[in-house]
């Protein structure tokens, strides 16, 4: 007798794509273990969640399908579901974040090709589902939920599926967290066929509500999140993905943005790969897990390749500084003849940059402080740059250690 996830995996033969299990030579290397990518960026919406989507709009009754679907998303379940109304013939009222990338709205409506309306509501994923839960509330539409179903968790499950057809041996699954969906479904598929597997989950530092669920003992709703990762920012993780979870999971770790960051960069300079900083998530925590991981057999599920080209300034930035590699300052410069000269000459390494000059105060552009960016060529530099600003007797501050100031003047 088949598996629900079997099931699901049968209802989504030939409207989802059997992703590559890719073995990387690369992280294998370096962590001196057998790494594989699950790539799911190379999925038909270029994420998972169309799996999730389509088997639960699916198995919709025909009064339900007739009536049409909301649904609330960052931009990959909103793909999904766009794709499987397109695939069905079903209208759909798709809610997004108001900061979603316009990357992820246009991939929406070219998926939904004329069968669904996008809105725009709300700063994060949580305040845009309580307004689609009450439209579909007010319409009479069924919602679909991005990840707190039953049938959306038998989809993603088919991951698992998958992984156990391709690598039956698998040691260890790297896991990233949003709602829960993805590791639910997974997590009881293969636990399910492998008892011994080893499920690592992994979140954002700035998103942990998986984390604050198990060490609360049950769902919380966080008081703020960085929404940056965007695939995976969710203030509330869901109550029957926390049952599956707390059960299934060796292990839950939390990845700084910095981190992530870096990672993409890697992924895409060395490995040709494009992924989301979700999607990163996984790989992103091979550094915490190296020392368990030794010898073994390791998937780690690339979650998604939904990438904004315009983003990536603000992911190099975020990587450089999480390296070490940036530096702000704010600067008074002495009031002596020569004083800049002696900074870009006494001051600077050999291979540091200014990136970034500005005075703060616009009355007072040649007296005032200024804004400077330094960007370093090795982390270790730093120290002595600093000593040479005091041997020069420039009087700075720090930035970087300063959230306020940062985000103020950054």
Do not use: W
């Not at 099931?7 to 962590?31: D, F, I, N």
């Not at 002696?342 to 040649?366: A, S």
């Not at 002595?384 to 250690?401: C, G, P, Q, S, Y």
């Amino acid at each position: 007798m088949k598996t629900p996830y079997e099931a699901a995996a049968g209802r989504l033969a030939g409207v989802t794509t059997h992703t590559l299990l890719q073995h990387s030579h690369r992280l294998s290397e370096k962590y001196s273990a057998n790494i594989y990518l699950k790539r799911e960026d190379m999925q038909v919406v270029r994420s998972y969640k169309l799996r999730g989507a389509f088997n639960k709009i699916s198995k919709l009754p025909e009064a339900e399908r007739s009536t049409g679907v909301v649904c609330a998303s960052a931009g990959n379940h909103a793909q999904g579901v766009a794709f499987s109304c397109k695939r069905l013939g079903i209208s759909g009222v798709i809610f997004m974040p108001g900061p979603t990338p316009k990357q992820k709205i246009s991939q929406t409506e070219m998926f939904g090709n004329g069968y669904i309306e996008i809105v725009l509501t709300g700063d994060t994923f949580d305040d845009c589902q309580q307004a689609a839960l009450a439209y579909a509330r007010e319409k009479g539409m069924t919602f679909i939920h991005p990840f707190d179903d039953t049938d959306i968790i038998e989809g993603q499950g088919t991951v698992g599926v998958e992984i156990l057809q391709d690598q039956p041996d698998t040691d260890v699954v790297i896991i990233p967290i949003g709602g829960g969906g993805l590791a639910a479904g997974t997590g009881t598929c293969l636990k399910q066929t492998k008892p011994d597997i080893t499920l690592y989950g992994v979140e954002p530092e700035g998103a942990p509500s998986m984390k604050a669920a198990l060490i609360n003992g049950g769902p919380v709703t966080l008081n703020e999140i960085n929404r940056f990762v965007d695939g995976a920012a969710v203030k509330r993780i869901g109550e029957l993905t926390y049952r599956y979870c707390k059960d299934l999971l060796d292990d839950v770790r939390l990845v700084p943005e910095g981190k992530i960051c870096t990672t993409i960069l890697e992924l895409y300079n060395k490995d040709a790969i494009v992924v989301e900083p979700a999607g990163a998530l996984s790989v992103a925590a091979l550094d915490f897990y190296s020392d368990e991981i030794k010898g073994k057999k390791v998937v780690c599920i690339l979650s998604g390749g939904n990438n904004d080209i315009d983003r990536m300034g603000e992911i190099k930035e975020l990587s450089l500084l999480y390296e070490g590699l940036k530096h702000y300052f704010i600067i008074r410069f002495p009031q002596r003849p020569g004083a800049l000269k002696l900074f870009v000459n006494g001051v600077l390494g050999p291979h540091d940059d200014i990136t970034r000059f500005e005075f703060i105060k616009k009355t007072q552009r040649e007296r005032g402080p200024a804004l400077v960016g330094i960007e370093l060529q090795n982390a270790a530099d730093y120290s002595a740059l600093v000593e040479r600003m005091r041997i020069h007797r420039f009087d700075f501050k720090e930035v970087n250690n300063d959230a306020t100031l940062f985000e103020y003047l950054v």
